[in-house]
């Protein structure tokens, strides 16, 4: 079992920025893949950003230049900066991990955090 707890979400304005955080505790060995999902209202979640093997990122296109996600394995968490944020950011950003122990993949989501992006 994984549990993952963001923290970082809040209100800004357009412009500015933000850094969301997401702590894994439990069973966090073979945690291959981390990464952020929003979900506006009224709208379907997609992916905002994720690391692959601690090597490869993926950023969805209206976020690349302005977000950076990074992993830092020594403290099991992973970080999504948010730069130059416009109001169509405005979503609730759920941290999401895959485990897989060669058995069984299994995918673990936060609780979710607010981000309010004011015009």
């Known amino acids: 079992q994984v549990h993952l707890v963001e923290s970082g979400g809040g209100l800004v304005q357009s412009g500015g920025s933000l850094r969301l955080s997401c702590v894994a505790s439990?069973?966090?060995?073979?945690?291959?893949?981390m990464g952020w999902y929003r979900q506006a209202p009224g709208k379907q979640r997609e992916l905002v950003a994720t690391v692959i093997t601690n090597t490869r990122t993926v950023y969805e296109d209206s976020v690349k230049g302005r977000f950076t996600i990074s992993r830092d394995n020594t403290k099991n968490t992973v970080y999504l900066q948010m730069n130059k944020l416009k109001p169509e950011d405005t979503a609730v950003y759920y941290c999401n991990a895959d485990h897989d122990d060669g058995i069984d993949e299994v995918t673990y989501w936060g609780q979710g955090t607010q981000v309010t992006v004011s015009s």
């Open positions: 439990g069973n966090i060995f073979n945690l291959w893949r």
